[in-house]
């Protein structure tokens, strides 16, 4: 049984800080015991519209080169939720997270297919396509604590893209997020628990909670999901962690007893 931790930022224009706030949170969940770690989507950078492409970085980037040193310090897998990545067709940037082994190595790159392009009553619009490319992959990759699938926030409303990585062998689903206020205290939990049920599968779901701008408000509450679909460790406000076990036996008992991912129909 291995410890698994949810992160919770609140995620500014100041990506020293935020770099800093990611980097205390790891330290904290590997002094705890955790083996898997996840930071939420944007970690690294939440500021204006305007000065997006400014923010995005490479792969072996600052932001990311500093991760990769954090997992081999902490000796854990360590989930960057997600960056702004520079080199997208057509000028744009993808949304990227990356997935680090405990030796710093990158075991996983995931780019964000669905994209944000919603009006949702909060008093913004969102138009994530205006300046991110949606990715074309579904990625899993092996962990010490099981099959880990990687996506990024919009992307948990597409519950075809998790059968897609259950069937793919998956047992733990990452769902690193950003989830507005409006939507996130209606839609955020239902839906996390709703894929760890379908899927048969423990969810890992860090998060943005908190007041980032004046025009930007996120939901929080990150959280950790048992295959059964009960929520077993969530955040309160502001920077925390969710902390809690994967259990190998509970996992393999439930797709045992209730063999429903053996009953599919349909691809």
Not at 200 to 209: D, E, F, K, N
Request: glycine share 10%; hydrophobic share 45%.
């Amino acid at each position: 049984m291995h410890l698994i931790a949810a992160a919770q930022m609140v995620s500014t224009a100041d990506k020293g800080y935020n770099l800093d706030v990611a980097a205390r949170l790891v330290r904290q969940a590997a002094g705890l015991g955790a083996r898997l770690v996840g930071l939420p989507e944007n970690f690294s950078w939440m500021g204006p519209e305007p000065e997006r492409a400014g923010a995005a970085e490479a792969l072996d980037g600052p932001t990311l080169s500093r991760m990769a040193d954090l997992a081999r310090e902490t000796k854990l897998t360590l989930l960057s939720g997600s960056i702004l990545e520079e080199g997208a067709p057509g000028g744009r940037l993808y949304n990227t997270s990356v997935l680090f082994a405990p030796d710093g190595a990158r075991l996983a790159v995931y780019r964000k297919m669905h994209l944000f392009d919603v009006d949702v009553g909060d008093g913004a619009t969102y138009q994530e396509s205006a300046a991110v490319a949606p990715g074309t992959e579904v990625v899993a990759a092996d962990t010490a604590v099981g099959r880990l699938g990687l996506s990024v926030c919009y992307d948990l409303r597409f519950p075809e893209l998790y059968r897609r990585l259950s069937k793919d062998g998956a047992t733990l689903l990452a769902v690193p997020a950003a989830f507005t206020m409006m939507t996130g205290k209606d839609h955020w939990e239902v839906l996390l628990r709703a894929r760890a049920i379908e899927n048969q599968a423990y969810v890992l779901a860090p998060a943005q909670g908190g007041r980032h701008s004046a025009q930007r408000l996120t939901y929080g509450h990150a959280m950790v999901v048992d295959p059964w679909g009960l929520v077993t460790a969530r955040a309160s406000e502001g920077e925390g962690l969710a902390v809690a076990p994967v259990d190998p036996e509970l996992l393999a008992r439930i797709r045992r007893n209730l063999p429903c991912l053996e009953h599919r129909r349909l691809d």
